[in-house]
């Protein structure tokens, strides 16, 4: 089965770290640019991190540029987000999202299920 | 950055047609792709590059874009339509190019 599946979540105190992982299956992990969406307790989906499929291109939202790096390993079909200096907006669930190129255009095909990142005291 | 705009809701009559809007800056130069999300799920892809569906998704919904604005047409609306949806472009140009708009409640009387 195709699919993504996200873990990682949890409660953690402002200015704190967390790691998020994704894992993927059922389709050639390697092949795939990947991002990283988040979308905060009744609000929107926002956009947070983009990764090519070799690793070698990353971009990042203003808001998690310099706190939040975006990772994967190809060998173990898996994508990471660490995520430093926490704050309480940073409180929502986040989806890794498997993008789709066509002339330069990407589009996301393919979504986990979520992991909830809770910041506060 | 890119900005784009949708309605916070828009209300139909099932057997309806809904249109929701996605405006931006010239976003007709640009791919629009659509996802719905239902309460306590991950969104799906509906269209993409402007009017394209992906498979298992029903021809009732279809996608146009031109100059600054892109519309999800949804005919013959039903229950399980109720949904928000969510355009979305990749902005090539910046270097933070993944750009949501802010979602419309879709929903069915």
């Known amino acids: 089965e195709v699919q993504l599946v996200e873990s990682g979540g949890g409660l953690v105190q402002p200015g704190g770290s967390l790691r998020l992982s994704c894992a993927a299956s059922?389709?050639?992990?390697?092949?795939?640019?990947m991002n990283w969406v988040r979308q905060a307790p009744g609000k929107g989906l926002d956009w947070v991190s983009y990764?090519?499929?070799?690793?070698?291109?990353?971009y990042y939202a203003d808001s998690v540029r310099g706190r939040f790096t975006i990772s994967r390993d190809n060998a173990k079909n898996s994508l990471f987000l660490q995520m430093s200096s926490l704050r309480a907006e940073d409180t929502a669930v986040y989806y890794c999202?498997?993008?789709?190129?066509?002339?330069?255009?990407?589009?996301?095909?393919?979504w986990g299920q979520g992991t909830l990142v809770a910041v506060s005291s | 950055s890119y900005v784009l705009t949708q309605p916070p809701s828009v209300s139909v009559a099932p057997g309806q047609t809904a249109r929701i809007t996605c405006g931006g800056n010239?976003?007709?130069?640009?791919?629009v792709h659509w996802y719905q999300q239902k309460p306590g799920q991950a969104p799906v892809l509906v269209v993409y590059d402007d009017s394209d569906r992906p498979s298992g998704i029903p021809e009732r919904f279809s996608g146009s874009s031109s100059g600054n604005t892109a519309t999800l047409t949804i005919s013959r609306v039903e229950a399980g339509d109720e949904a928000d949806y969510y355009c979305?472009?990749?902005?090539?140009?910046?270097?933070?190019?993944?750009?949501f708009g802010g979602g419309t409640k879709l929903t069915v009387l």
């Open positions: 979305q472009v990749w902005d090539i140009s910046s270097i933070h190019p993944g750009v």
């Open positions: 999202a498997r993008g789709f190129n066509s002339w330069g255009f990407q589009h996301f095909d393919l």
């Open positions: 010239n976003i007709g130069s640009k791919s």
């Open positions: 059922g389709f050639t992990f390697s092949n795939y640019e």
């Open positions: 990764i090519s499929s070799g690793g070698d291109t990353i």
